[in-house]
């Protein structure tokens, strides 16, 4: 993959760190044609109680509701006259709130971004938005197998935060207070759980002197998370089912244990998900998909701080649900039996290492990369280190990771129109 | 703005190649747009095309389905393959030193498929279960439907084809199908990237000179069903649509609707994202959008909500999309073209969606735009060309299409007021 270093010499890493603990971290590329930043907040799900479910994505719809300063229409507007590509979201760990700009709007954007960071959480805008996240809930229960992937997650992590849902229940956020909120974004947006990333095109001196003219007044306090590692495998492959009136397929989830964020085996983790269950031309494909045993069938690693998981999605119609398991449980011990080829484990590997230069030629997907690596693992990588990272695993750390995290038996939700179990 | 050029070369077999040249970037991409789309099934065989595209990439040349895939991967093709209406589209993404060894392998997977009668019955099974997976995307069920309401048929098709249909046909049937649609003529290639333009036109002129093949026949059309239209489903949200007739790209007024339209649904400070979404939280999602064909243009309009909410914003779109043609502010404009402008700037940074978009072109216009040259249309659009516009093309002759538990009452989009015996500009 030598043709594929990136042409990364006018391309600097650089950062600064504000007295109340606000991180900046950016990739300068004066080359580039746009500019991207994103506040990343280190909260989501994982750090709700069970009576806070669904608080973290709310506060992110709340914070484009206005701030000391800006109205709500005021927000949007601004956005939208200074060209800008932006939105938020929100997942088990991250909070991210993102923008993508021409680099002479980067200083507006900034002022804009840092501002909603801090917003005023009124009432009245509480009790509107509500409708809209209820409505948002209603529409992902309508998509299955969304109830289906909540479910996985409770069953595999139990009481562990890590199972909590991003969206909440139509009951959590029904019944959530403004108040609440308000005392979890003072305990969650502390000046030094931020991270500001940026990428593409920065006047870097300028960004930090309108930052700290901006956020150096944010409090900040300690804020803690537990990431000892959780490890949750079952003993059995029982299916738990859901049945889902109205849906036509049947949608079958499994979890395992996987490397997690810090892991050195994320990267033969990653590969081994590609080899096995990438959407194209990987052992799950050929066997189920290319067949049309499975409208799909994939696996995928999710990393989290301390803790990860290997993902496994399967959709067929809901008579061939017994079956498709029993094969894709066949398929996965020859995989344990067996191992990978060298030929796979290469293929694989320049797969993914264009994926990883072509995504690099964005400042947008730079932004999110920088940004990831920096609050998950306190690093910054080049997309070349990237390259290399995922070239240096060799057949041996593959099959590392196979003894260490068996695929089977595992966490197993159905859901769909069939409620009997075979 | 950096500067591209675009190159437009035609072959003898009728084969049109456009390439544009982005040095700043690593990459290269690729669309391939073939006039074999679903509009071609034959009216007893929907599913056809899509059955045939699906074959096309079950092995070719030398080389057989996975040796395929295999090769493909090798050189780290990010790719995709759909069948739209008009078209097979094939596209690729890649570092830019693999274009060359890439389109060979196109050429194999257009000239020379096998096609094979074994891998058939497989086959059909991935198209089956596409089918399957339909019937589950709520959304994507009722955009179909509203395409149905506006454009006639075959135009209005999409590529499923039925369980019936999928069933019956043959190894022959994609056979016939392959000869008498894959063929050069109004066949498109593009190219954009880190790429040299004489390079690119010599390489594919080697591969692709020789494909030989009959132009396509005429298309017989017939017009849509009238009126509105529900569709029970057992669900949380109503899925609602509405339809209205508008300007195709091709046409002089398309941008006076595409701005028009863009102040409707582009940004957050939009008029459908303020006031259903924002002021009174009717929805998660909506939007409008202009669609187009070569031949025709609309304006589809999506919301989904809860079943009890669902009347309330169907009224509140109805009243939108009647307000328009009151006419926009200078300032909803102003920020419309900034957004626009700032996004074709982006454009440049991806070479796949430059391929892309310039196929596209190409398509509907029979030329290609520059990106400084939409950006002069821009400069060109006033509030008062588009309200000029407004006023002599209201919306109006609206079709709603639901989905969901209950229908709604669509007298709101019938009333004097919202239809008018003018069609708009068609």
Redesign the interface.
Known sequence: MN??S??QSNIEFKRHTLSNGLEFVAECNP????TGLAFFVRTGARDESAELSGVSHFLEHMC?KGTPTRS??D???E????????NAFTSQEQTVYFC???PEHQLSALNLLSDIMRPTLRQSDFD?????????I??Y????PYGGHDAALVKHFKSHPLGNSVLGTTQSVSALTQPQMLEYFHRQYSANNLTLAMAGNIDFDRIIEQLEADCSDWTHHDVGRDIDRYSTNPDTDEITNIQK?????QYIIQIVDGPSATDTDRSAGQLMSTIFGDD??SRLF?DL???????YAVLESQEYQGSGIFLGYL???PENQQTLLDRYCQLTAELHETGVTQQEL???Q??V???I??RG????NRMFNVGSNWIQRGLYETTRESIERIEAVTLRDIQKVLDKYPLSPATTVATGPETEQH | ??TSSIDTYQFDNGLTLLVEQMP????AAVTFLVPAGCQRDPATQPGLAKLTAEMLQRGCGDLQ??QL??A???????RSTAVTNYHTRLSA???A?RLPAALSIYADLLQRPLLPATQL??????????L??M????SQKLMEQLRIRQYPDPYSRSAHGTLETLQEISINDVQEFYTQNFTPQQTIISIAGNVDSQQASQSVEQLFGHWSGHETTQIQTTPPPDGHHHIE?????TQIGIVFPSVPYSHPDYFQSRGAVGVLS?????RL??EV?????????VFAMCHTIREQGCVLTYA???TE?AQETLDVLLTELVRLGDGILPAEL???K??????L??Q?????SRASSIAADWHLLGKVRTTSELSLILDDLSCDSINHYLANNRPNNFRVVTLGQDALDTSAATTPDATSTNSGAL
């Open positions: 043709d594929q990136g042409v080359d580039a044609l746009s484009f709500a229409e927000v949007n507007r956005l939208d006259e200074m060209g800008s590509q932006s993508s700009v021409l509107t938005e509500k409708q809209v996240i209820l409505e948002e209603a529409k229960d309508d998509q299955p009136d109205g849906a036509h397929q194209n031309n050929w998909i290319d067949t049309g045993k499975a409208e959709c067929c119609p290469d293929t694989a320049a797969k290492c264009s994926h230069v072509l030629e964005r400042p947008a | 703005m950096p700043w970037l690593e990459s389905s996975r895939e295999q493909m991967d090798q050189l780290g093709l990010a993404a890649m570092p030193t019955e497989d086959g059909r099974m991935v198209c089956i279960q596409e399957l997976a019937q589950d995307d709520l489903q057992e669900s949380n949200q582009d940004g957050m400070s939009s994202f303020s979404r924002e002021k009174r939280g009717l929805c998660y999602t989904g909500t809860t909410r102003d920020r419309l900034t957004k626009i402008k700032s996004g700037i982006m440049q940074e991806s070479s796949n």
